[in-house]
């Protein structure tokens, strides 16, 4: 046999050695290791390998911390060949649930991600954004289209829509608003390169007519409310009467209610 069969069996020899290796590596280790070099997220009970395998997944938002619960994975392997980390997820927990086709680029940590849904109980959001009194209700989102750099922690790019349920808030007791909608995008920020998410709202079965749209920034919690409301005829009387006691109906009849400084 000769010198250049002998080297080709040996690196042949060596490379189905590595991807076998490879193939079978623990996700536990993996995981244990990126969350103790990112500090981003936290994993528990994990199972499987790299490729394929479950885990709890908790991860770092800032000053939160957001609990997944139960997240499975499956990795397509060749995409890493070209800097690509391509994953499809699914976690699912009695509280909240999201599911997912996602993408990073591992050359400048950029994020994507397509055909996102999941749902999640409102008082989640009270972890990113100040929103004054307890608000009740469940949060179902379908994102077609996501996009962030992750060094700089900002969305790139957002389009989505998000229902919220039984929806409730407290006047002093609790008041039943209904179901509304939202339609999300991002908005140019003359302040910084963070960018403004934007949420144009409306109602689809509550007790109050709605219309308007919700401002925020996740870095410092900022938030800009400026809508719509009118009472229907099955409108709490709470609700009514503060809305005549805060605030001069319009020539239609509605309400203008305003909250938080304006970030646009």
């Not at 050359?107 to 929103?131: C, K």
């Not at 109602?203 to 109050?208: G, K, L, N, P, R």
């Amino acid at each position: 046999m000769s010198k250049k069969s002998i080297f080709l069996y040996t690196l042949g020899g060596i490379l189905l050695f590595l991807v076998i290796v490879i193939r079978n590596m623990p996700a536990v280790f993996v995981l244990g290791h990126a969350a103790k070099a990112t500090g981003a997220f936290s994993s528990y009970n994990t199972t499987g390998t790299i490729w394929q395998g479950e885990s709890r997944l908790i991860v770092n938002a800032g000053r939160n911390r957001v609990d997944l619960g139960a997240v499975q994975w499956n990795i397509t392997g060749w995409s890493l060949l070209i800097g690509q980390l391509d994953l499809t997820l699914n976690a699912d927990q009695p509280s909240q649930r999201l599911s997912g086709d996602f993408n990073l680029n591992l050359l400048n940590q950029h994020l994507t991600a397509s055909g996102v849904e999941g749902g999640f109980d409102l008082a989640l959001v009270q972890q990113f954004v100040a929103i004054p009194g307890k608000i009740s209700g469940m949060v179902d989102i379908n994102i077609p289209n996501l996009s962030a750099s992750i060094p700089a922690q900002q969305l790139t790019d957002l389009q989505g829509n998000v229902v919220v349920k039984d929806l409730a808030v407290n006047f002093a007791g609790p008041v039943e608003l209904g179901t509304f909608g939202a339609k999300l995008s991002l908005a140019d920020n003359a302040d910084s390169e963070e960018m403004i998410v934007v949420a144009d709202l409306s109602d689809i079965d509550a007790t109050i007519a709605l219309n308007g749209r919700a401002d925020a920034l996740a870095s410092n919690q900022s938030y800009y409310l400026d809508v719509n409301i009118e009472p229907k005829a099955n409108a709490n009387k709470m609700l009514v009467n503060t809305l005549k006691q805060f605030y001069r109906p319009q020539s239609d009849g509605s309400y203008n209610v305003k909250f938080g400084k304006p970030l646009r």
